[in-house]
């Protein structure tokens, strides 16, 4: 008994389906344009890079506000206050890092001495 032709190509004609599916997954949210408006430092939590490389069109840094949800503001890479910002965020995270070290170090519990 032999399949039918149809029956045979319906598994490819699925695979190929789920894979650009798949692939769309991958894609994305991408700036389409930026906004040469500067954005307060005190309203962003962190950026992304946009590039091309990763996708997108238009190179940018899209900064993610403290809002809930977090809204995405795209703003041109390159731009003076731009790097400006992404260097204060860099430098907050740096701090937090540096801050919790110091915590742990302070919580850790006190070491026993041996009495002779």
């Known amino acids: 008994m032999r399949a039918p ?18 692939a769309a997954n991958m894609v994305v949210d991408c700036c389409l344009q930026t906004s040469p408006k500067r954005i307060p430092s005190n309203v962003v939590t962190r950026y992304e890079v946009q590039t091309p490389e990763k996708g997108c069109r238009v190179k940018a840094v899209v900064f993610f506000t ?6 995405k503001l795209c703003a041109p ?3 003076p206050w731009v790097v400006k910002l992404m260097k204060r965020l860099d430098n907050k995270k740096k701090d937090l890092v540096k801050k919790e070290r110091t915590d742990r170090k302070q919580k850790k519990p006190p070491q026993h001495q041996q009495r002779e």
């Open 5 to 22: 032709r149809n029956l045979l190509l319906l598994p490819a004609l699925l695979y190929s389906i789920t894979y650009t599916q798949g």
């Open 77 to 79: 890479l390159g731009n």
């Open 66 to 71: 403290t809002h809930t949800p977090s809204l």
